[in-house]
């Protein structure tokens, strides 16, 4: 029986963890890339592609599962190549060169997009 009350406290502990995390306060640190920033980037170039006047795009949200380390330079976007097997659009934003750390020197996140309803 005390198992089982510790075990529901914990789930909903946890719980209340996850309902308060979201991308809008996932914002870059020192040591990781936020997923705010990485959505922002992928915003912009979708913008600048709907500018062009072909199809309306609109940028739904990264993997919250992603943890990136800090990119050193400026962030780079460009359309997902379908070559790497995605069954959806999605925009590639990529770090060229992450600040150093002992788990990757570079790094992309695809952040998908569907058409927009008209």
Do not use: Y
């Amino acid at each position: 029986m005390l198992r089982l009350i510790l075990f529901i406290a914990t789930l909903s502990a946890s719980v209340l963890c996850l309902a308060s995390w979201s991308i809008e306060t996932d914002r870059s640190t020192e040591n990781h890339h936020g997923l705010f920033e990485i959505r922002e980037k992928a915003r912009r170039f979708i913008a600048q592609e709907n500018a062009k006047g072909r199809q309306q795009w609109v940028v739904l949200e990264p993997n919250p599962k992603v943890l990136v380390p800090r990119c050193a330079v400026p962030l780079q976007t460009r359309w997902t190549p379908k070559s790497l097997g995605r069954s959806k659009p999605s925009v590639m934003v990529i770090c060229a060169a992450a600040e150093p750390n002992a788990v990757m020197s570079s790094w992309d996140v695809a952040v998908p997009v569907q058409e927009k309803s008209n």
